[in-house]
């Protein structure tokens, strides 16, 4: 009985080496997905291993996280399309503009006939008739405390109770580098006079005649 031996077929003098199988993509990924997991709950074995206080934070977190989530997703959007618009930007009002003027000029009389009939009242009430106001503008003359520069900013509508719209103005003062920025404040009316008005300069300098800071 004869055996015969196999010897491989050898093409150009080489030895012919069979090919190496190769793994699939799909294989690929899953072994990549369950070393990642395995991974994963190695380290919170680790983490967690004799730490009862952290797992029990944990899970409590995990659900809060969750309602946090899902208000963000599913919390219906707000709406701005009824009442009032904030920042809209309404016509500037003559009578801002009249006002500023008359305080740059010390006219007491013009910057009083800007105001409605009701804030005369409440000033009057306040001790801030027209005799005081007068001394106000001439104390802001002297000292040298007049607006540079009028700067219109916004306003905010207000169609209920006696304020028509609010308007929003910056006003410079001083020059060079001594320039400041103050903010005013102009309510407005349906008739358009101001029943209410937020003046720095006025407010400084009236503080000064009563004695205040």
């Known amino acids: ?3 015969s031996s196999y010897h491989p077929t050898q093409t150009s003098g080489r030895e012919f080496v069979p090919p ?3 793994a699939s993509k799909g294989r690929i990924m899953r072994r990549s997905v369950r070393r990642f997991f395995g991974g994963i709950g190695a380290a919170l074995r680790i983490i967690f291993s004799g730490r009862p206080l952290l797992v ?3 899970l409590l977190l995990l659900p809060f996280t969750g309602w946090l989530l899902s208000d963000r997703l599913f919390a ?6 009824s009442g009032a618009q904030v920042g809209a930007r309404l016509p500037e009002p003559p009578v801002a503009q009249q006002y500023v003027t008359a305080v740059q000029k010390g006219d007491a009389d013009a910057v009083w006939n800007t105001f409605s009939a009701t804030e005369k009242a409440q000033r009057i009430a306040r001790g801030e008739d027209k005799t005081m106001l007068s001394r106000v503008l001439q104390l802001e003359q002297q000292a040298k405390m007049t607006y540079t520069a009028f700067h219109y900013v916004g306003s905010y509508p207000e169609p209920s109770g006696s304020v028509a719209a609010y308007y929003f103005y910056v006003g410079d003062t001083g020059s060079g580098q001594q320039t400041r920025n103050l903010p ?3 309510a407005v009316d349906a008739h358009g006079m101001i029943v209410e008005v937020s003046d720095s300069l006025y407010d400084a300098a009236l503080a000064q005649l009563k004695g205040g800071p």
Do not use: D, E, Q, Y
């Not at 219906?76 to 399309?81: D, F, Q, V």
């Open 1 to 3: 009985m004869r055996t």
């Open 20 to 22: 190496i199988p190769r």
């Open 56 to 58: 029990v934070c944990l």
């Open 76 to 81: 219906p959007a707000s709406s701005t399309s």
């Open 184 to 186: 005013l404040l102009f």
